[in-house]
């Protein structure tokens, strides 16, 4: 490897000089030229430039290294349908820009618009470049200021061309100017009064009221009023050209297209293939129905959206009118007096009492005191009295208690006290039953005289054995059919 570099570097020697550490110079022993840092010697040798393939006159990828410096050089290898022409390119204001010869015109600018304007008496030229921007060219003042130009338009026309006569006709007028002192034009103006010109031929009629006769020869027949919108079209039976409307052969056209609709549209004849030049597709437009597409009654119920009748989309009547509906379904408004509302009544169960409520409400509305919903705020101070309380429902734990190992006893006034259990005397009393009780005993067996019977009402279903109510039980026609346990239907 290091008799190769040697190599490599001995050929470099030999082919190059270095001339004061400023300038090389490449090709047989020359030396540089002293305004040169780099002077190539040969007459039958070229230098080849990087050869590259560039994306576009700002392609700045293409070469690696980091930002371009102005004047770097190389050569662009093209291709076909390439935005640049191949040659050599240098980069300079931010894109690469071709070196232009007199062979390689193809490089110049490229002429984008070309537009020639009339205004009044002034022709103006104008050309856009490649950089967008317009560049007027007054020709008809350019012109005019042009000796050369004026000159040779004098010459085409003078006084003295041979053959040359201006006569004047029928509505046509000539008046001859001579030509002023030193000068050889002769000027003319011609007038034309259309008035005055009758045209024959073809085209007959004065110059302001013309008439079409024929067309290649062919008779042309005077339309009407009637005529309107018509096209003027060829009759092969009378042969002549009359107002008519143009007959296409549809079989005959070529590259037909289709007509297709989406689906808020349907054909009413045929189906669309082949029935235009160029493709095309028909939908209604989205909010494109409005007022006027909408026949009378055409928003049935079924095409309006649920919830989508607003408040504002509702006809309102006058002030305290309400919308109703009458006996053939139709709505409208009415005074809220004229409405009589349907009544019922409010009822109620054992625990309440009522005056009146026969018609009181809109809806049948029953009342009673809900289970547990009386609570001590609705209850008055001593409002539970002893035929309130049920029997053997007031619990030790409901008394207030005296001290410990006192008895509840009642005084001579009939009030419950607490006293000591040695305070008491018992007096043994006997109990005494009717004959709705049975007793064994008794005697001697309770404080007080006792006497026990059977409460009227007072035996309730839990009290009764199963099949106790035998038919000697039940009295003579008592029971009833609300009694009696139905069967199914019918």
Do not use: C
């Amino acid at each position: 490897m290091k008799k190769k570099l040697l190599l490599a570097s001995t050929v470099f020697m030999a082919l190059s000089t270095t001339y004061a550490q400023e300038g090389v110079g490449i090709g047989k022993s020359i030396l540089p030229d002293a305004t040169a840092v780099l002077d190539v010697g040969a007459t039958n040798k070229g230098i080849l430039i990087p050869r590259v393939t560039l994306t576009g006159e700002e392609d700045n990828n293409t070469i690696t290294g980091g930002a371009y410096p102005e004047s770097l050089l190389v050569y662009h290898l093209g291709g076909n349908n390439h935005p640049l022409t191949k040659g050599f390119y240098f980069w300079s204001g931010g894109k690469w820009n071709a070196l232009v010869s007199k062979t390689s015109t193809t490089t110049s600018e490229v002429l984008t618009t070309l537009e020639i304007s009339a205004d009044g008496e002034k022709v103006v030229l104008t050309y856009t470049g490649e950089d967008k921007q317009p560049v007027p060219i007054a020709v008809s003042d350019r012109l005019q200021k042009d000796p050369s130009f004026n000159a040779y338009i004098k010459s085409l026309v003078t006084s003295t061309a041979a053959g040359v006569e201006l006569v004047a006709g029928d509505g046509i007028t000539v008046v001859a100017v001579p030509p002023a002192a030193g000068e050889t034009v002769t000027k003319y103006t011609i007038s034309a009064n259309p008035v005055g010109i009758t045209l024959a031929g073809d085209v007959t009629g004065k110059g302001t009221e013309t008439v079409v006769e024929r067309i290649n020869g062919v008779n042309v027949a005077k339309p009407s009023d009637a005529d309107f919108g018509l096209a003027l079209v060829y009759d092969e039976t009378t042969k002549t050209w009359k107002p008519g409307k143009p007959k296409i052969d549809n079989t005959s056209v070529t590259d037909k297209a289709n007509l297709t609709v989406d689906s808020s549209l349907d054909f009413s004849n045929g189906t669309g293939t082949g029935a235009l030049l160029s493709a095309t597709g028909l939908k209604v437009k989205a909010g494109g129905i409005t007022d006027t597409h909408l026949a009378v009654d055409a928003v049935t119920t079924t095409k309006i959206a649920a919830n989508a009748v607003t408040t504002g989309k509702i006809k309102g009547g006058t002030v305290g009118q309400v919308l109703v509906s009458d006996a053939s379904g139709s709505t409208e408004w009415v005074d809220q007096t004229t409405i009589v509302p349907k009544l019922e009544n409010v009822t109620v169960d054992g625990s309440l009492d009522m005056t009146g409520g026969a018609g009181a409400v809109l809806a049948a509305t029953g009342l009673k005191v809900k289970a547990g919903g009386i609570a001590d705020t609705h209850l008055a101070v001593d409002a539970v009295t002893t035929t309130k309380i049920a029997d053997k429902n007031v619990t030790s734990a409901k008394i207030a208690g005296g001290t410990d190992g006192q008895v509840l006893v009642s005084d001579a006034t009939g009030a419950a006290k607490w006293v000591n259990q040695t305070a008491i005397v018992p007096a043994s009393k006997t109990v005494i039953v009717d004959n709705s009780i049975e007793l064994i005993g008794g005697v001697g067996a309770v404080l007080a005289d006792t006497e026990l019977k059977v409460k009227a009402g007072g035996i309730a279903d839990t009290h009764l054995a199963a099949d106790a109510v035998t038919t000697t039980k039940i009295a003579d026609k008592n029971v009833t059919s609300a009694k009696i346990a139905g069967g199914t239907d019918g």
